[in-house]
């Protein structure tokens, strides 16, 4: 494609000529990197990293059967064992019990991040490890509650791999269960636990590899390396920030006033729609590439331990004789009934059936319905920081929201009266917390989502959003491309150049 040259003068304001090179050289590769970033987002947008979620993970599980009294004071755990929580389900025809010890001084492991210590109820021994028949029967009540088609392959020991680069290390060793249906749903069994950890399609792992995997940089061999992972997609945004921002600099600077007074672009062809597109979408593609950079929280300027306080004033302290003394009195339970776990709260042991529905009820320690009401919240709130408002939600809010993962309603807000003023998203149920925001966790739900997904209220109804966000995606992803092209033929020139002359200087 043929260009007009710019004047031969330097143009003003034009940045020094070893940063140019160094901008169109970086342009080779982390433009590339770009445009890949580009191109996988379109398939993000409607095919996410498969996770089994929670509720997913309860649906495959077989009906409980409630385990006698016999069997719970069997169980060898000190009566005064503080634990963070407690629950009972089927695993492989019997149920067990999985406690997960508290917090304390010499353990100081977030709930969340705990394995629980198994029990089995049919002998009150530490449950051992499943063997390959239980294997096969825990996929087949998980294909079951799930309605798999398809019959249950042979499982097979696995090592970690794409889906399970994140669970792998809790749950090794991995068992794989692949199944004859038309989806070609795989799943993970730990052979530790006896859960279900991941569950994938055909469909998931085909548009992944095109999706998240190239967007988050997330091939098995680098992301098990948690560190070296982190600092790779914090330095390549950085460089892609620079990249962004010198390519606007100059892009400005180039610009020129023609014979009938307007200003525009002095190139024509291919350098034409990369100037101009880029003068237009270049602040979005900074904003991208930074709030990408933002959600790595990188030297930790985003740090917020917003919910990990709060979650253990709001459940306060609980043992193992009042979850027994609570398990022994629920002698009946709802129908459909898959699981019964604790949800404590302030400093008062309760207990939650959930079913295969998605419902829940709960219970106290004499085994009666205890519905929650807003006064127990305020109660189990009360001290320091204050209550200062507490509101039953219908309506999603900027924080409270479905995007990447379900957000129930009704739901309970509670704002404090702290210097953070958190805010807590706390389960009409159960009274369980699950989402707090304190100022950082606020500042990063804008400087992320808001910027990388234009995450905001105004935008949010689909399918609206997706009408805004695919073309600018385009116009982006044609900055991207046009530049990295720019930028090989110009580099290629550069070294063919270079090469001339140093072939020149050896025949002499």
Same mark, same amino acid.
């Given at each position: 494609?043929?260009?007009?040259?710019?004047?031969?003068?330097?143009?003003?304001?034009?940045?020094?000529?070893?940063?140019?090179?160094f901008?169109r050289?970086?342009?080779?590769?982390?433009g590339?990197?770009?445009?890949?970033?580009?191109?996988?987002?379109?398939?993000m947008?409607?095919?996410?990293?498969? /996770?089994?979620?929670? +509720?997913?993970?309860? *649906? !495959?599980? $077989?009906?409980?059967?409630? %385990?006698? #009294?016999?069997?719970?004071?069997?169980?060898t755990?000190?009566?005064?064992?503080?634990?963070?929580?407690?629950?009972?389900?089927?695993?492989?025809?019997?149920?067990?019990?999985?406690v997960?010890?508290a917090?304390?001084p010499?353990?100081?492991?977030p709930?969340m991040?705990?394995?629980?210590?198994?029990?089995?109820?049919?002998?009150?021994?530490?449950?051992?490890?499943?063997?390959?028949?239980?294997i /096969?029967?825990?996929? +087949?009540?998980?294909a *079951? !509650?799930? $309605?798999?088609a398809?019959? %249950?392959? #042979?499982?097979?020991e696995?090592?970690?791999?794409?889906?399970?680069?994140?669970?792998?290390?809790?749950?090794?060793?991995?068992?794989?269960?692949?199944?004859?249906?038309?989806?070609?749903?795989?799943?993970?069994?730990?052979?530790?636990?006896?859960?279900?950890?991941q569950?994938?399609?055909?469909?998931?792992?085909?548009?992944?590899?095109?999706?998240?995997?190239?967007?988050w940089?997330?091939?098995?061999?680098?992301?098990?390396d948690?560190?070296?992972?982190?600092?790779?997609?914090?330095?390549?945004?950085?460089?892609?920030?620079?990249?962004?921002?010198?390519g606007?600099?100059?892009?400005?600077?180039?610009?020129?006033?023609?014979?009938?007074?307007?200003v525009?672009?002095?190139?024509?062809?291919?350098?034409?729609?990369?100037?101009?597109?880029?003068?237009?979408?270049?602040?979005?593609?900074?904003?991208?590439?930074?709030?990408?950079l933002?959600?790595?929280?990188?030297?930790?300027?985003?740090?917020?331990?917003?919910?990990?306080?709060?979650?253990?004033?709001?459940?306060?302290?609980?043992?193992?004789?009042?979850?027994?003394?609570a398990?022994?009195?629920?002698n009946?339970?709802?129908?459909?009934?898959?699981?019964?776990?604790?949800?404590?709260?302030?400093?008062?042991?309760?207990?939650?059936a959930?079913?295969?529905?998605?419902?829940s009820?709960?219970?106290?320690?004499?085994?009666?319905?205890?519905?929650?009401?807003?006064?127990?919240?305020r109660?189990?709130?009360?001290?320091?920081?204050?209550?200062?408002?507490?509101?039953?939600?219908?309506?999603?809010?900027?924080?409270?929201?479905?995007h990447?993962?379900?957000a129930p309603?009704?739901?309970?807000?509670?704002?404090?009266?702290?210097a953070?003023?958190?805010?807590?998203?706390?389960?009409?149920?159960?009274?369980?917390?699950?989402?707090?925001?304190?100022?950082?966790?606020?500042?990063f739900?804008?400087?992320?989502?808001g910027?990388?997904?234009?995450?905001?209220?105004?935008?949010?109804?689909?399918?609206?959003?997706?009408l805004?966000?695919?073309?600018?995606?385009?116009?982006?992803?044609?900055?991207?491309?046009?530049?990295?092209?720019?930028?090989?033929?110009?580099?290629?020139?550069?070294?063919?150049?270079?090469?001339?002359?140093?072939?020149?200087?050896?025949?002499?």
């Amino acid at each position: 494609m043929t260009t007009l040259q710019p004047r031969a003068r330097r143009p003003r304001g034009l940045l020094p000529r070893p940063i140019l090179v160094f901008h169109r050289w970086l342009g080779v590769f982390v433009g590339l990197l770009m445009t890949i970033w580009c191109l996988s987002g379109f398939v993000m947008i409607y095919v996410d990293y498969p /996770r089994l979620e929670p +509720a997913a993970q309860l *649906q !495959g599980l $077989a009906p409980l059967q409630l %385990p006698s #009294v016999e069997a719970l004071n069997a169980v060898t755990l000190p009566p005064d064992l503080p634990i963070s929580s407690a629950r009972i389900e089927m695993m492989a025809g019997r149920p067990v019990l999985r406690v997960a010890p508290a917090r304390t001084p010499d353990r100081p492991i977030p709930q969340m991040r705990t394995i629980p210590d198994a029990v089995d109820l049919a002998t009150g021994q530490p449950l051992a490890p499943p063997g390959p028949a239980e294997i /096969r029967r825990i996929a +087949a009540d998980f294909a *079951q !509650g799930h $309605a798999v088609a398809g019959a %249950p392959a #042979v499982p097979v020991e696995t090592g970690i791999d794409q889906w399970t680069v994140q669970t792998y290390r809790r749950n090794a060793p991995l068992y794989r269960v692949d199944y004859d249906d038309a989806a070609g749903t795989e799943i993970y069994i730990s052979g530790k636990s006896g859960e279900v950890v991941q569950k994938t399609t055909r469909f998931q792992r085909f548009w992944n590899w095109l999706g998240a995997v190239p967007h988050w940089l997330y091939p098995t061999i680098l992301r098990q390396d948690g560190a070296l992972w982190n600092e790779v997609v914090v330095w390549t945004s950085l460089a892609g920030c620079f990249l962004t921002a010198t390519g606007i600099w100059a892009g400005l600077a180039r610009l020129r006033r023609k014979r009938d007074g307007k200003v525009g672009s002095p190139y024509r062809g291919l350098w034409w729609w990369h100037h101009v597109f880029g003068l237009f979408f270049g602040l979005l593609t900074l904003t991208w590439v930074a709030s990408g950079l933002f959600s790595m929280n990188p030297w930790g300027f985003l740090d917020s331990e917003a919910g990990f306080a709060e979650r253990e004033r709001l459940a306060g302290p609980m043992r193992w004789n009042e979850v027994r003394q609570a398990l022994s009195a629920l002698n009946r339970l709802p129908a459909d009934t898959l699981r019964i776990e604790t949800a404590p709260l302030g400093g008062r042991t309760f207990l939650l059936a959930a079913d295969a529905q998605g419902g829940s009820q709960r219970f106290d320690v004499a085994g009666r319905p205890a519905p929650l009401s807003g006064q127990d919240l305020r109660t189990a709130l009360s001290g320091q920081p204050s209550l200062a408002a507490l509101d039953l939600m219908e309506q999603e809010d900027a924080y409270y929201y479905s995007h990447r993962s379900p957000a129930p309603l009704p739901v309970w807000r509670a704002t404090l009266a702290d210097a953070e003023t958190t805010r807590l998203y706390i389960d009409p149920v159960s009274g369980r917390l699950l989402r707090a925001f304190d100022r950082n966790g606020r500042g990063f739900r804008w400087l992320q989502d808001g910027l990388h997904s234009l995450d905001l209220p105004v935008l949010r109804k689909r399918p609206w959003w997706d009408l805004l966000v695919l073309p600018l995606l385009a116009a982006v992803t044609l900055v991207c491309a046009t530049g990295t092209w720019m930028a090989w033929n110009k580099a290629r020139r550069d070294v063919s150049r270079l090469w001339r002359k140093l072939s020149r200087r050896l025949r002499r």
